[in-house]
């Protein structure tokens, strides 16, 4: 058990949706990132936040957001969904965001149908 | 970001030991060298990571070249829970960029 909390395990929605999936980092870690997973793109960095204030960003469509809450748990929001965002949804999560180990969640399954 | 170059696949029998290569010509100075593996509907999880010197931990050994372009991944007993993606990742502040990774699989 990594300590990384994502609910839900499972999401099944249809195109046009929106959904948000939240994650709960390890204790005291301060940095939250978010991945994406998909059996043709491999595993995809999409935004990194820290102590509530986004770090970095990579491959986040516009659709797609997310944030950090003061409590330090994020959620990842995703707007007129599409077939092709079906995928393993990941939270990983550090102590300070800087180089070093990440702790990764078991991962939310969004099914797009 | 430093691009890496790992076998899509390996095999190794049980109980043997596995080398895992990477390369990473295009490393940084400032680079550390990370290992993750990912087992089959799981998230990744940490092995071991270094920046210039050799190191070892309770679950694998990693070497790293003298000029830092590559790196090796040994786990020194492969058991069947080590069959998974395994991702070598050369990683200077807050962005992990996960590539494809090398598959090992393990024969009984």
């Known amino acids: 058990d990594s300590g990384v909390t994502q609910t839900p395990k499972h999401l099944i929605t249809a195109t046009g949706q929106r959904v948000t999936l939240r994650c709960s980092p390890r204790s005291g870690d301060l940095s939250v990132y978010w991945y994406q997973q998909s059996l043709d793109q491999g595993l995809q960095f999409l935004i990194q936040y820290y102590n509530g204030e986004e770090r970095a960003k990579g491959n986040i469509l516009e659709r797609f957001s997310a944030q950090q809450f003061p409590d330090l748990h994020s959620e990842l929001n995703l707007s007129s969904l599409e077939l092709g965002d079906s995928a393993l949804y990941f939270c990983?999560?550090?102590?300070?965001?800087?180089?070093?180990?990440?702790?990764f969640g078991s991962g939310t399954q969004l099914s797009v149908l | 970001d430093a691009k890496t170059t790992q076998p899509n696949s390996m095999e190794s029998n049980e109980e043997e030991p596995v080398h895992l290569p990477c390369n990473h010509s295009?490393?940084?100075?400032?680079?550390?060298i990370h290992w993750y593996r990912q087992l089959p509907s799981q998230g990744p999880e940490y092995v071991i990571h270094?920046?210039?010197s050799n190191v070892n931990n309770r679950m694998a050994s990693l070497a790293i070249a003298e000029d830092r372009k590559s790196s090796t991944l040994i786990l020194h007993r492969a058991t069947l829970r080590d069959a998974a993606v395994y991702y070598c990742i050369p990683n200077t502040g807050n962005q992990f960029y996960f590539g494809t990774g090398t598959s090992l699989t393990v024969i009984p």
């Open positions: 270094g920046l210039t």
């Open positions: 990983a999560s550090s102590p300070t965001g800087w180089s070093e180990k990440l702790f």
């Open positions: 295009t490393i940084s100075g400032t680079d550390y």
